[in-house]
C-alpha cells in the first residue's frame, strides 16, 4: 500500500491480513456524518486540536495512532503486528487501520467526528470511501517546521517506541512520500485548509474555529 514497504501498492491484489467479512449498510458510517481530517508531520499537534475541535464543537475525537496504540497494548495479534511495523517506522497497513477506525464509529453515538492521523497514505483514502463510505468535508492541515517537529517530539517523553531521533526522521520521510499525495488530493478538491502549527496551542485552535466555523460547522 502506498509507498511504504509496509503496504502493497494501489489496485494490486493483496493477502488480507485477517478475515475480512462483507459489510451490510447497517456496519457502514452514514454519508450524512460530519467528517473532519486532520493531518500534519508527527509532532504538530493534531492529537491536541482535535481535542479542543470535540470540546468547542461537539465533535467526537478519533485518532488513529491512540486506536492503534491500544490494540498494541491490548496484546492482540493484531496489535503485535501493529508493534512491529511502529518500531521499523513503517505505516501500518490499511486494512488494519480501517477496520480498528471503524469498530470506533460504530461505538460512537455521535455524528460528527474529527479524526487525526487519518488517512496516511491514498490506500487509507481509498479504504475510507469504498469500506466506510465517507468522504471529509474539510482537511485541516498542521504545517511546522522539522527542526520544531523533533524538538516537540524528543520532549514529550511517552515511551512510544516510534519517538527517537532515528525513527522520528524516518516518520519524517514517510510523511512526505505517502501523506502528502493525500493532502494534494483534497487540495484539487477544494477540501484543503493550511494551518500554520508553529504559534501557540491557542491561536493555532483560533485559526481552526475560524475555519469551522465559516464552513457552517459551529
Do not use: W
Not at 24 to 53: F, H, W
Not at 83 to 98: A, F, N
Not at 149 to 154: I, M, N, S
Not at 176 to 199: C, F, H, M, Q, W
Amino acid at each position: 500500500m502506498a509507498t511504504a514497504p509496509a503496504e502493497a501498492s494501489a489496485g494490486k491484489a493483496q493477502t488480507a491480513l485477517f478475515p475480512t467479512p462483507a459489510l451490510d449498510a447497517n456496519e457502514m458510517v452514514p454519508q450524512r456524518d460530519t467528517i473532519v481530517y486532520v493531518l500534519g508531520a508527527p509532532g504538530s499537534g493534531k492529537g491536541t486540536q482535535c481535542s479542543k475541535i470535540a470540546a468547542h464543537f461537539g465533535f467526537t475525537h478519533l485518532s488513529a495512532g491512540e486506536l492503534l496504540e491500544a490494540e498494541v497494548k491490548g496484546g492482540s495479534e493484531k496489535g503485535k503486528m501493529i508493534q512491529d511495523y511502529k518500531k521499523e517506522g513503517k505505516l501500518v497497513p490499511s486494512e488494519i487501520v480501517v477496520r480498528v477506525l471503524q469498530d470506533a464509529m460504530q461505538k460512537s453515538q455521535g455524528r460528527k467526528f474529527a479524526i487525526d492521523g487519518f488517512p496516511r497514505n491514498d490506500e487509507n483514502r481509498i479504504a475510507a470511501e469504498n469500506i466506510l463510505k465517507i468522504e471529509p468535508n474539510v482537511v485541516l492541515v498542521l504545517g511546522c517546521s522539522e527542526e520544531e517537529l523533533t524538538r516537540r517530539l524528543l520532549n514529550r517523553n511517552q515511551g512510544r517506541v516510534d519517538d527517537n531521533f532515528e525513527i522520528i526522521r524516518k516518520r519524517f520521510k514517510v510523511y512526505t512520500e505517502s501523506t502528502l499525495p493525500v493532502v494534494n488530493y483534497y487540495s484539487i478538491k477544494g477540501k484543503v485548509r493550511k494551518i500554520d502549527a508553529e504559534r501557540p496551542v491557542e491561536e493555532v485552535f483560533g485559526s481552526i474555529k475560524a475555519v469551522l466555523t465559516e464552513l457552517g460547522m459551529a
